[in-house]
């Protein structure tokens, strides 16, 4: 797709081009200064616990858990009359004026010019405490696309918080599309920014509440544990997975585990205090019906948190054998590898209830998905639930850069219409040029939980660099690459000619990935389960700051004119949304070094 600048109104795949504009937002505002340690990687970790000063000791090894929620969706916020039905707001187009300003004040949605009718479901923050010894860590997600490190860091930073000795706060986002714009980029107009300090605010304040309760509330625990794979037939690995979600970018490589992590009261093990869930899917679905007002929502994490917490009726799923009952408890959400566009899009068929197929995209897939995922957590965890009450708590966190290459971000850097972010490697009052790019501050952490290991990225990471999986061991049924039929483009089966004519050839898409010059293992997955004791390897998304795609170095191809404004022929479309060829190497070459990382 071509971008061209001008009085556009956006589109949604133009508007993931837009999202990395967001990584810069402090640029030329913030640090001015080459950062004090090098740009590329890091010298040693910022924080290891236990043994650091601040966190020396396990005490007795008991782990304390605590959890809380707050809702932050907008209250009495100002609406509009969508006269034409285009799901955007027009400049003539009737609104309520709450406040008597004269101006439409409205909560804008991802897409651009779409301002919110309604509530679908809430949007909250959900926060999770591990207490062990002198060691406080929290894990916090967001239902938004994403959130940059300056909001992040207002948080962890804020007042409240400063008395109760938190070691570290990891922030991520659901990437819920059709939440609250926290990026800035989806206002009424190009230019014009979609944060409003009363929106923004109140994200802020709530997600302040929610952390400071879960480390109040916390209480000795222990765990049951369990993963599995959404597939279309639950243990045939060969069953494909469009009953979920797919992957349509090549290579087909994707991880579809979820992992589900019940934390209970050592003095009442039967009551929940809080879930954590892993899995990786786009939450956008109910964004692109162009049939019903736009509202905001959290899409399938409400319903897959809502049925975790009070249970599934075997009505509501097909995969759910008989009622089954909710954990109680508050449930914390947390993206996975969901890069390559790992989405319920594009010919997915999640059962809903009955089993009746919902391939409309909607609120009710939405519900399916979610629904869905609730049922098979909750029967794997009954099923194969692993308890556990010894649960050595340990965390190691990193800060680094990665350099901004991309020509559109640089130029959007200077609308000052964005999220903030920290910052530097370069001199502001120079024009940016080659030598001369800005470079934007990076965090990662690898933290474990007895058996359960979790290592966050700063985007949407792509799956392989995860799992590796470039065999088609992780592929699970579908064709790692797919072809277009020599005569009218169709997408086929390379090697079966299948979707075209009985003569036709099936070539390689242009500009298709040679997997020969893929990475070579360890991957990341392969380092996670490396530290003792782990079994369950969690990839934490979208967490501790937002930069859009991750995109593997081998499979990165620019367009040969415009590039970073076109996209190059074949499954390119995540390179024009992509911080630099080097996003790779800058932004998880790093985190591959902090998971190796062991304390001398």
Not at 27 to 36: F, L, S, V
Not at 129 to 134: F, K, N, R, S
Request: some cysteine; glycine content about 10%.
């Amino acid at each position: 797709m071509i971008y061209t600048p001008g009085p556009l109104r956006y589109d949604p795949p133009m508007m993931r081009r837009w999202v990395l504009v967001a990584a810069l937002a402090a640029c030329g505002e913030g640090n001015k200064a080459t950062p004090d340690a090098r740009l590329e990687g890091f010298d040693k970790p910022d924080i290891v616990c236990p043994g650091d000063p601040s966190c020396k000791t396990t005490g007795d090894g008991q782990l304390k858990v605590g959890v809380a929620k707050r809702v932050w969706t907008p209250q009495n916020f100002e609406t509009y009359t969508d006269e034409n039905s285009d799901r955007e707001w027009q400049k003539t187009e009737p609104f309520t004026d709450l406040n008597g300003n004269g101006k439409f004040d409205g909560v804008w949605l991802f897409g651009g010019g779409r301002a919110a009718e309604g509530v679908t479901t809430d949007v909250e923050v959900r926060a999770m405490a591990l207490v062990e010894g002198d060691m406080t860590f929290v894990v916090a997600y967001v239902d938004c696309i994403g959130l940059f490190s300056g909001d992040m860091d207002a948080i962890r930073n804020d007042p409240a918080l400063a008395s109760l000795n938190i070691d570290h706060i990891m922030i991520g986002g659901t990437h819920a599309h059709d939440a609250p714009d926290t990026a800035g980029i989806w206002g009424p107009d190009v230019g014009v920014s979609g944060r409003q300090p009363f929106v923004i605010d109140v994200l802020k304040q709530k997600a302040v509440e929610a952390i400071a309760e879960a480390v109040a509330n916390v209480q000795p625990a222990q765990m049951v544990i369990a993963s599995t794979k959404t597939v279309n037939e639950l243990g045939n690995l060969q069953s494909r997975t469009d009953d979920w979600f797919k992957d349509i970018r090549d290579p087909v490589i994707f991880d579809p585990t979820v992992t589900i992590a019940r934390f209970v009261k050592v003095s009442n093990p039967s009551e929940t205090i809080g879930t954590l869930v892993n899995w990786a899917d786009h939450p956008e679905v109910a964004h692109f019906d162009d049939s019903v007002p736009a509202t905001i929502t959290a899409h399938y994490p409400h319903w897959l948190r809502d049925h975790i917490e009070n249970g599934v009726l075997a009505s509501e799923s097909k995969f759910a054998a008989t009622d089954l009952p909710g954990l109680g408890g508050i449930t914390v959400f947390v993206q996975g590898a969901l890069g390559g566009q790992i989405g319920s899009l594009r010919g997915t068929h999640p059962p809903g209830p009955g089993g009746v197929p919902v391939t409309k995209t909607s609120k009710e897939m939405d519900q399916a998905v979610g629904t869905n995922l609730a049922a098979v957590a909750l029967t794997t965890l009954a099923q194969a639930g692993e308890s556990t009450s010894d649960l050595p708590l340990s965390f190691k966190s990193a800060k680094f850069w990665a350099r901004v290459d991309n020509l559109g971000i640089q130029v959007y850097q200077i609308l000052g219409i964005l999220g903030p972010a920290e910052t530097g490697g370069y001199n502001p009052d120079d024009p940016i040029d080659v030598g001369n790019e800005p470079w934007i501050a990076l965090r990662s952490v690898y933290l474990q939980i007895g058996p359960l290991g979790l290592v966050s990225v700063p985007g949407e990471l792509h799956p392989e660099l995860w799992v590796g999986g470039y065999d088609g061991s992780w592929s699970f049924g579908w064709p790692i690459q797919w072809g277009e039929c020599a005569d009218n483009g169709n997408q086929c089966e390379l090697g079966t000619n299948a979707g075209c004519g009985t003569s036709v050839v099936c070539n390689p898409k242009p500009n298709a990935p040679d997997l020969s010059t893929a990475p070579k293992p360890p991957y990341m997955r392969d380092l996670v389960l490396a530290h003792d004791g782990v079994r369950y390897p969690v990839v934490a998304g979208l967490a501790e700051n937002y930069i859009g795609y991750i995109v593997p170095m081998y499979n990165f191809v620019l367009a040969t004119s415009g590039p970073w404004l076109n996209e190059a022929e074949g499954d390119h479309y995540e390179e024009v949304y992509a911080l630099s060829t080097l996003v790779e190497q800058h932004a998880i070459h790093p985190i591959l070094e902090l998971l190796k990382f062991r304390k001398k």
